[in-house]
């Protein structure tokens, strides 16, 4: 069974940061594209980012030069760098394959900023 664990959400206020983690059991994250998502209030699920197994990495606009995705194969985990947060960077934030298993989400981590 695969699991994903975020951990590393909180409450931040706005121009603040925060490291987001993603623990990942089994295969899924050996050879797959690694994806963070977030999912707003009232909004659809959306992509943030993801990271190939070959350390390419792609951002959605809206977070590009504030966000940095991370892998380390050591410890099967992907991580979320996230500086100069905004009220509307407010979400629960998910990691999955890119593109998505849809077994695989997780509980998510909640982060939220203040302004």
């Known amino acids: 069974q695969v699991q994903l664990v975020e951990s590393g959400g909180g409450l931040v206020q706005a121009g603040g940061s925060l490291r987001l983690s993603c623990a990942a059991s089994?295969?899924?994250?050996?050879?797959?594209?690694m994806g963070w998502y977030r999912q707003a209030p009232g909004k659809q699920r959306e992509l943030v980012a993801y990271i190939t197994s070959g350390g390419m990495t792609n951002y959605a606009d809206s977070v590009k030069g504030r966000f940095t995705v991370s892998r380390d194969y050591s410890k099967n985990t992907v991580y979320l760098q996230m500086n100069s947060l905004k009220p509307e960077d407010t979400a629960v934030y998910y990691c999955?394959?890119?593109?998505?298993?849809?077994?695989?989400w997780g509980q998510g981590t909640q982060v939220t900023v203040s302004s």
């Open positions: 089994g295969s899924i994250f050996s050879a797959n594209v």
């Open positions: 999955n394959k890119f593109p998505p298993a849809p077994a695989s």
